[in-house]
């Protein structure tokens, strides 16, 4: 037999040694180191060996592995609070294995029809969780990045359809740099994005976004997308968004909320009060692999209007012509996501979201948001009452921003060394208004207030360094 095709004895024999792997990894976190140095010349040349023309035991290669993952920020520990980390929880794990060693087609509804109502089922809770209509619809996609494009080229699509060239769009100084990429991906040049001031609480300024508008439509140009931030990458600043959807409806143009970061935290009550206006928005990004904690490669968008997907990504190929006569016999309310989205090859994701929120319930994830906007709260608090820190903005997600006072950046940055130098947590830095802050971000469901309070202490002790 083939060793493409291994025995039911070898797929277990197979399975445990990951999983002995695996168990050992996470077990190891809370006790790691949270970063390494980099990879040694020995070990990247036996990672730059081409596959061998032989097999190969499994036994040394999980060793190699394991080598290069220990070369890498510990992204998945309790420590890590650099960006803005997910986890990876592991019953996610399990279903993502389980989904590709299935390996069932589920672009067309009628090649898995019942997986596709697994899915879907998700994709309808994310809709309800933000009040969207009966025809509302979301997509599971590799990311914020991918979710941010298909809610630009939807709207280009649907307002600059044969006038590209005229299309502008409308972001915030904080935005995300994925937006920037993906209008250029859509034909918008670099000089069809209008970057809007911030207000001095970091968040989009209505009113120069108001004169923008009007200027760009009084000059012929044509306004498509505007997009506010639920929850910046540097600062989790939440925008105005009510105010910018009136803003939106006035100027007849696309809303689209980036909230990556902070739109699943609609989960909480906290949430939900300062994330008012979402539920207004035309398109809205979400990443399960930040606020919901499952492995990376699981983004979201959730879409008022289904046909304006369609409008966007439906396409008819001859090759199909079966698929789509059986789903012509055989009518579903069901979607073919190939049609709403730029992917025909597809893996199952639905199952990497189905499997934990079925199995641990959604208050598990509620309460572990909850937990981080406290450990936030905390953590604002105790920094801000430092004489010797600036702590200028207050929390409105689960990110906070600091720095020395009166001192300049290469200070700063010294100041971040020797916090991270403990290994014990890792923060990361950003610039805002020219100057130079660390930044901590409070996001994984491993990190908990004894980490908190050994990163406060550590930050404590460089202050005084």
């Known amino acids: 037999m083939s060793p493409l095709e291994p025995t039911a004895a070898e797929m277990q024999a197979l399975t445990q040694q990951v999983l002995d792997l695996v168990v050992a990894n996470i077990d190891g976190l809370d006790g790691g180191p949270v970063s390494l140095n980099s990879p040694s010349a020995e070990l990247l040349a036996d990672l730059s060996t081409a596959p061998p023309e032989s097999a ?15 070369q890498s920020y510990q992204s998945a520990g309790p420590g890590y609070l650099a960006y803005v980390p997910g986890g990876g929880i592991f019953t996610s794990a399990l279903a993502g294995f389980l989904g590709t060693a299935l390996n069932r087609y589920t672009g067309k509804v009628t090649s898995a029809p019942a997986l596709v109502a697994m899915e879907q089922s998700v994709l309808r809770w994310m809709c309800d969780l933000f009040g969207f209509p009966d025809d509302a619809q979301a997509l599971l996609t590799p990311g914020g990045s991918m979710a941010n494009s298909i809610a630009l080229t939807t709207a280009r699509t649907l307002y600059a359809e044969g006038q590209v060239d005229r299309a502008t769009v409308y972001i915030g100084e904080h935005a995300h740099g994925s937006i920037t990429k993906a209008a250029r991906a859509a034909g918008l040049g670099r000089d069809h994005v209008r970057t809007i001031r911030s207000t001095p609480d970091l968040r989009l300024d209505v009113e120069h976004l108001k004169t923008r508008l009007n200027e760009d439509r009084d000059a012929g140009l044509v306004p498509v997308c505007v997009f506010a931030a639920a929850g910046t990458t540097n600062t989790g600043t939440i925008d105005r968004l009510a105010d910018i959807a009136a803003i939106a409806r006035e100027f007849g143009v696309w809303f689209h909320v980036d909230g990556a970061y902070g739109g699943l935290f609609q989960l909480t009550a906290r949430g939900r009060q300062r994330l008012s206006g979402i539920e207004l928005a035309a398109s809205i990004t979400l990443d399960p692999h930040k606020s919901l904690f499952v492995p990376l490669g699981t983004g979201a968008i959730v879409v008022r209007s289904k046909e304006a997907l369609r409008k966007t990504y439906s396409e008819e190929a001859d090759y199909m012509q079966d698929l789509n006569q059986h789903a012509a016999d055989h ?3 069901l979607p073919d996501f190939d049609s709403l989205s730029p992917e025909l090859s597809r893996d ?16 598990a994830f509620r309460q572990q948001l909850d937990e981080k906007m406290d450990l936030a709260l905390k953590v604002w608090k105790t920094l801000r009452a430092d004489d010797r820190l600036d702590v200028p903005w207050s929390p409105d997600l689960t990110v906070v921003v600091f720095r020395l006072k009166d001192d300049d950046d290469a200070d700063q940055l010294a100041f971040l060394k020797r916090i991270n130098d403990s290994q014990r947590i890792l923060l990361s ?23 908190i309070l050994e990163a406060l202490e550590i930050i404590r002790a460089a202050v005084e360094a």
Not at 355 to 363: I, K, N, T, Y
Not at 430 to 451: E, K, P, W
């Open 348 to 363: 199952f994701r639905g199952l990497r979201l189905w499997l934990p929120l079925h199995l641990h319930g959604v208050d």
């Open 56 to 70: 190969t035991e499994l036994a040394p290669l999980l060793e190699l592995i394991t080598r290069a993952a220990q």
């Open 331 to 333: 009518a579903s309310d």
């Open 429 to 451: 830095s950003t610039r805002i208004n020219g100057d130079v802050y660390l930044r901590m971000a409070i996001l994984s469901f491993r990190t908990h207030a004894d980490r």
